[in-house]
């Protein structure tokens, strides 16, 4: 019998190389025995590759240990995962008006299953995913004999993935989970910001998004988790009213007293808890911290140290307000200057010109499409799938049959949030899709009709664009953080 204990080489090849890349790699050494291995050995936190770094550990948690706790010794006093639905397709819509035809629809199955049960024609509900997911919740809501209700009090936004709002139906008996995020955005009119950082146990790198609203689970790997500036807490009432539900809720504050003194001990007393949280946001898109503790950030939640003087405290904070702002009000910002939008002309249908073409038009275009006159602006500016000329010409996008925006600096693609650039989740995210499952069709071009904006997505790409390069640019200009000093 052998007792010797096996040992374990490797050879890092490198990240995001394709099948024929790593074997071009391989050849270049000729054979296997002529690759530069190191031996593996494993240390005390069982970690075998992407070693953490014990300097990482000292720091200020950025989560509390014990939620709602002013005095917990770590920044922020409550966090929460993103909403889990198990039921998008249902859910989430870029047309109102469609979410809600999909809300009754799935509702209505539900309570028609329910009603059969309860009275004994049936035993198990109808299982048709056309009109509802039949999850462990829907399951348990049977048991306990439970009739659903449409309720617009419901019905809100939310950050789908990044840079990605859709109308959203917030009730608990359509969502699997929605975790503490009712105390983060207790109805559409609390306002309040939140952080929101990839979970635990992703391969994608260090990744943060600063939102305004509800955020779903998925808009971060391995499950957003989010750090808000407020939390409320919603007190029932005695007494009810004409004028309320018999609920009173009230606003916390969600940086802790613990932080704060800290940093007003530090940095003098004017240190404010907004200053904190952009401060928060401004280390965390800190290359140096990404890059250095790139394998912490992926099997522990974000921990921070308190840089060494008041300047680089102010440096952070408010470089990390800048971004803020640019991430919170993406829509509104400018197109990026040197961008340039190649358009087609197009021929609007009426019974004098239908079949008059000019000749800028056919030798542009020889067989251009006619558009109904009355649809002409929507359809111009409508998106099926945005899409490059080819494979790695990312200068360029088709937008779609009359439009492509030319000359997009490759800078604009350094900015990456959840493992893409900001600039893919939109080409990827703004398209018509239809869910496989139920046969529900989302269009984000309803959303360009229910706001009267027929270029929306079209403004939105040039905005993000613009985006992308501001963010580069701000994100270079962060002061080194000095790790050695707390």
Known sequence: MNNHRA??????IGDYLNREQKLDIIIKFKSMENLPFTQLTPNEHGDWISRRNDQFSAWIPIEADKKFDATSQSFFTIYSLGC???????????SYSELCKNIQLTIDHYNHQ???IATGIKSDPERDFSKGNWTRDWLNALKRHKTFAEQEKFYTKAMYRPFCKQHYYFD????QERYKQPKLFPTPNHKNLVICVNGLGGNKEPSVLISD??????????????FPLYWYETIETKQHSLFDDGAKIVRHEAISDFILNRAQQKYGNNVQREDIFYYVYGILHSKSYRETFSADLKKMLP??????DRQKFRAF????????????NYEEVEPYPDIQVSSLKYVQYNTEMQNVYNDELMAAEPNPQVIPENETDYKYYAVEQMKFPKKGEKGTIVYNHWHTIKNIPEKAYEYVVNGKPAIEWIMERYAVTTDKKSGIKNDPNDWSR??????YILDLLLSVINVSVQTVDIVNELPEVDWDKE
Not at 7 to 12: G, K, L, P, Q, W
Not at 303 to 308: A, E, G, N, Q
């Open 84 to 94: 889990a639905t198990n039921r998008d397709a249902w859910v989430y819509n870029y």
């Open 317 to 328: 904070s408010e470089s990390g307000r800048k971004l803020a702002d640019l991430h919170l």
């Open 7 to 12: 040992e374990i080489y490797y050879y890092d």
């Open 114 to 116: 329910q009603k059969l």
């Open 213 to 226: 609203c509800i955020v779903d689970l998925n808009s971060q790997e391995a499950g957003s988790q989010c």
């Open 450 to 455: 229910e706001h009267n904006k027929p270029c």
């Open 303 to 308: 921990r921070i140290p308190l840089v060494s």
């Open 172 to 175: 608990d008996d359509l969502t």
